[in-house]
């Protein structure tokens, strides 16, 4: 069964320093999105991504956070100067397109996510 | 706004016990999706259901079950006969109506989890 991946699972990094996490998407699926979950705590939503562009984003994704699909296959997100609070796991996710009425808002498949570690 | 309230923070229940998983959300849109997803300890989201708010029969997959009542904006899981491997954190997630101009795409807002034991 297809699934998402992310790379590095754990990144380690000193703060102020700039970080891009990697993931590779369902290979049909149209929607992506990135949420982090701080340790012990709900997932968040960051932002979701459409036909090259921001959908949505969150009060947590300020200017400090971009989203990018380089090529056909890639989907990475970058914190420029990374901060102590930005520690968490972060979760890539994709989605297909609805298929028709009363289809919509497929399941998100999420990847096992990369656990960022600011020091 | 959007919100899922999961109450239970941790439940332990002894192998073979039936235990439900509680999940109240609130919106404002007519036509929204839940969800429930499983972490397990190794730390991956897996999808386990989505459901229409249209739809309200409740559905039955193996030991799984779910109960979905629009009168009182709940959506609640429970696992027959747990297992150990039943153990993890359940996540239960709304997310609104598709937008007219995506077709879909639309976030997951999660609830705080219930963190499930199961003991032998």
């Known amino acids: 069964e297809p699934e998402v991946t992310q790379t590095p699972s754990h990144q380690v990094t000193q703060m102020g320093q700039e970080v891009i996490l990697r993931c590779v998407p369902i290979?049909?699926?149209?929607?992506f999105y990135w949420y982090r979950q701080i340790l012990g705590q709900k997932v968040e939503f960051l932002v979701s991504?459409?036909?090259?562009?921001?959908?949505?984003k969150s009060e947590i994704f300020d200017d400090q956070f971009s989203v990018e699909r380089p090529d056909g296959s890639n989907f990475t997100l970058k914190i420029r100067s990374t901060k102590l609070e930005d520690s968490a796991m972060y979760f890539c996710?994709?989605?297909?397109?609805?298929?028709?009425?009363?289809?919509?808002?497929?399941?998100?498949?999420f990847g096992d996510g990369t656990r960022l570690s600011i020091l | 706004a959007q919100k899922v309230t999961q109450a239970q923070t941790e439940i332990s229940v002894v192998e073979k016990e039936d235990v439900t998983l509680d999940c109240v959300y609130e919106?404002?849109?007519?036509?929204?999706?839940l969800f429930w997803y499983k972490q397990p300890p190794s730390g991956e989201l897996v999808f386990l259901i989505r459901?229409?708010?249209?739809?309200?029969q409740n559905e039955i997959s193996g030991r799984y079950s779910w109960n979905f009542q629009k009168s009182t904006s709940s959506f609640n899981f429970t696992i027959t006969a747990s297992q150990v491997v039943d153990s993890a954190v359940y996540f239960c997630?709304?997310?609104?109506?598709?937008?007219?101009?995506?077709?879909?795409?639309?976030?997951?807002?999660f609830g705080t989890g219930t963190q499930l034991k199961v003991e032998l």
């Open positions: 459901r229409n708010s249209f739809d309200e």
């Open positions: 919106t404002r849109d007519t036509t929204y999706y």
């Open positions: 997630a709304l997310s609104e109506a598709i937008g007219g101009k995506t077709g879909g795409g639309n976030k997951l807002t």
């Open positions: 996710a994709s989605s297909r397109r609805w298929t028709g009425k009363g289809d919509g808002n497929q399941p998100q498949h």
């Open positions: 290979s049909n699926h149209l929607y």
């Open positions: 991504f459409y036909n090259n562009e921001i959908s949505e």
